[in-house]
């Protein structure tokens, strides 16, 4: 058994099929696939298990990976370290950050970053996707979630705390929902939902509330919904960050707080892979998004 060998079982867990590694190697699925084999062969047990869809390691397999993985990881700080010798601080970040989020907390803490850091390429991906969040290209995902996902490392950024909120000229016109159910016959504005029912759980002391919603104003840019809140279009249920200095200027009401309102999730969470290598520039952007968030 050799380096590359090893490297190629990396690959091929870490794509999760023989064709994604293929790909990332430059390598025919067939050529990936004949040295796997020989691979298998050297040591003797069968390293991983083949679906039509998937790679999945086997116990022996597993336990290789982590050794390959660490070696993999050694090689790739050398090179680092070699490479930006007597350099300042220097490599690509690749980052998903939720849309609204994003643009209306997270932007100036960027633009923060990349004057400390000019030397570092930074790659913002705007979206709210849930499935597969790191991926080829993404170091670093933020989202709001109920629980963050079992395979990946989770930082905890804090509480999302949703608003039920509507602009001071409506709340006079019509009043403020006073209940959960008033909520059922008001003109809602909100994020993206699935179809058009909306699920919003609503926590007070040990209870737990759930009621279905339809909105009447959908989108996933957030600075949108709240210009339609502060145009008087109706109730918003937006996170605190949209409408907070709104509120703060009299501008905006909220209701229903009694509750701690739910619809993705209460908690913001920072994900990363716990086995990829983490360049220096990573790392740093890591620990710089942790410190906002603290601050």
């Known amino acids: 058994m050799d380096l590359s060998s090893l490297t190629l079982l990396v690959e091929i867990l870490d794509a999760g099929n023989l064709s994604q590694a293929a790909r990332k ?97 930074l790659d913002v991906l705007f979206e709210n996707r849930v499935d597969d969040l790191v991926r080829d290209g993404v170091d670093i995902a933020v989202r709001v979630m109920p629980e963050p996902p079992p395979l990946l490392v989770a930082r905890d950024l804090g509480s999302v705390r949703y608003l039920a909120c509507a602009s001071r000229g409506w709340a006079e016109q019509h009043g403020l929902p006073d209940s959960l159910e008033a909520l059922r016959t008001a003109p809602l504005i909100t994020s993206g939902v699935v179809g058009r029912q909306l699920r919003l759980r609503a926590y007070q002391a040990e209870t737990r509330d759930e009621i279905t919603l339809e909105p009447t104003l959908i989108s996933e840019h957030f600075p949108f919904l709240r210009d339609a809140i502060l145009a008087g279009l109706g109730v918003g249920l937006v996170p605190d960050y949209v409408v907070q200095d709104a509120i703060a200027a009299g501008q905006v009401l909220t209701t229903l707080d009694r509750y701690r309102l739910s619809i993705f999730g209460t908690h913001m969470y920072l994900l990363y892979m716990p086995n990829r290598h983490q360049t220096r520039a990573v790392r740093t952007c890591i620990d710089f998004i942790l410190g906002k968030s603290r601050g």
Do not use: C, D
């Open 25 to 121: 190697l430059k390598m025919t699925r067939a050529n990936v696939s004949y040295h796997l084999n020989q691979l298998e062969k050297s040591v003797g047990v069968q390293l991983v298990r083949r679906t039509t869809r998937r790679v999945e390691p086997t116990e022996v397999g597993a336990r290789l990976y982590e050794h390959g993985r660490s070696i993999v990881n050694e090689v790739l700080a050398a090179q680092e370290t070699i490479a930006t010798l007597g350099q300042g601080l220097q490599g690509r970040v690749g980052l998903s950050v939720p849309s609204g989020y994003g643009q209306m907390v997270m932007s100036p803490w960027l633009i923060e970053f990349k004057r400390l850091y000019p030397g570092i390429v």
